[in-house]
């Protein structure tokens, strides 16, 4: 029943590793983005997709690459893990693009920790 | 850029104590948002004000829009434990497909 579900909950892992963040949403909306949280509760998006075309990328490193399969997933995934991306990542929707007022749905959060 | 101000940072109070926070922006806005999250939750939609001179309630909680559309505000009345979390303000300018998220402000709740 969970609206927003991202996999996985914790992230443990080692620099330099490549890792993966899945995002679901079965709320039948079109948009989805992916937002980062620091250690100061900072809220900053990354990127969103719109029926699986991207429409914001933000200053994000290459490293970080999303995948938008379908309208209802959209995937994370890290290259070369650094110390410093270790966040809260978050997954959102939102029923359309409609210039930021739309609602956004947030997913529960991967808490990913790069030692 | 859109430059947003979210103040304050922190603000602790005794519980029956009202709080509110504000946020102002350097431009005039389409729409705002607030959000508010609980300590180790995601954040929550609560609101969306769109009119100048916008004022919402919902229970113990008030939402204001400036009528220059530059400025809002979120006071809750007689706060509770319940309350206690980060608020969110998600301002929008028009012409731009992202809403920027204020810094927050972290409210925790004495009892």
């Known amino acids: 029943d969970t609206a927003v579900s991202q996999t996985p909950k914790y992230l443990v892992t080692q620099m330099g590793n490549d890792k993966s963040i899945k995002c679901e949403q079965n709320?039948?909306?079109?948009?989805m983005y992916w937002y980062k949280q620091d250690s100061k509760k900072f809220l900053k998006i990354m990127f969103s997709?719109?029926?699986?075309?991207?429409?914001i990328n933000e200053t994000v490193p290459n490293r970080f690459s999303p995948k938008s399969p379908d309208k209802a997933h959209l995937n994370l995934h890290i290259n070369s893990l650094e110390l410093g991306d270790s966040a809260v990542y978050f997954c959102?929707?939102?029923?359309?693009?409609?210039?930021?007022?739309?609602?956004?749905?947030f997913g529960p959060g991967t808490r990913l920790l790069v030692l | 850029g859109q430059q947003v101000m979210q103040i304050p940072q922190y603000q602790h109070v005794q519980e029956g104590e009202d709080f509110t926070t504000y946020c102002n922006s350097s431009?005039?806005?389409?729409?705002i948002q607030w959000y508010k999250q609980r300590p180790g939750g995601h954040p929550v939609f609560l609101i969306q004000?769109?009119?100048?001179?916008e004022v919402k309630k919902q229970k113990r909680l008030t939402f204001q829009f400036g009528e220059a559309k530059k400025n809002s505000s979120l006071h809750i009345t007689a706060t509770q434990t319940t309350d206690v979390g980060t608020y969110f303000c998600?301002?929008?300018?028009?012409?731009?497909?992202?809403?920027?998220f204020g810094k927050g402000t972290k409210l925790t709740v004495n009892p």
């Open positions: 998600a301002p929008h300018q028009g012409g731009s497909e992202k809403l920027v």
């Open positions: 709320l039948g909306h079109d948009t």
């Open positions: 959102a929707s939102s029923p359309r693009v409609i210039a930021g007022r739309e609602t956004q749905y």
């Open positions: 431009t005039t806005l389409s729409n």
């Open positions: 997709y719109n029926n699986k075309e991207l429409i």
């Open positions: 004000l769109v009119k100048s001179g």
